[in-house]
């Protein structure tokens, strides 16, 4: 990668990083709320009527997907916000402008989402689990 890529790249992604900084409540503050109700409404209501399945009840079996669907939606959303306050304000046009390849941008814009993301998964760790049992990947 050339270093004017690079340096493009890495503008792009700390610019998105400290985006997230500014609006931290905005982006994690839904997304929890949503994954809460979908908790009560799927894992409380409906589960206690379902039981368990092979061993594993509603709430072990659900839980996963519903974190996979929080975790994608956001990440999702905050790109495409991102791209739309760039057109809002009329900074898209300077990095379209700018000599600097398309798929620059967008892995700059994508590696941002995805810092976003990993950094949301790690607060969900921290407030999730207990020092003896977590059910999420250690990676996260």
Do not use: D, H
Not at 78 to 102: D, G, H, T, W, Y
Not at 119 to 138: D, E, I, K, Y
């Amino acid at each position: 990668m050339n270093k004017l890529y690079w340096v493009a790249f890495k503008s792009l992604l700390i610019k998105e990083i400290s985006r997230f900084a500014r609006i931290w409540v905005q982006t994690l503050v839904p997304p929890a709320i949503t994954m809460t109700l979908y908790f009560i409404i799927f894992g409380n209501l409906i589960g206690s009527r379902i039981g368990e399945m092979g061993g594993f009840s509603y709430m072990a079996y659900i839980v996963p997907g519903l974190i996979m669907m929080s975790v994608i939606t956001n990440s999702y959303s905050n790109v495409a916000s991102s791209f739309f306050s760039a057109k809002m304000q009329r900074n898209i046009e300077e990095l379209m402008v700018a000599p600097v390849p398309n798929y620059i941008i967008i892995a700059g814009y994508i590696g941002g989402g995805v810092s976003v993301v990993w950094q949301s998964v790690r607060w969900l760790r921290v407030c999730l689990c207990s020092s003896s049992t977590c059910t999420l990947p250690t990676w996260a």
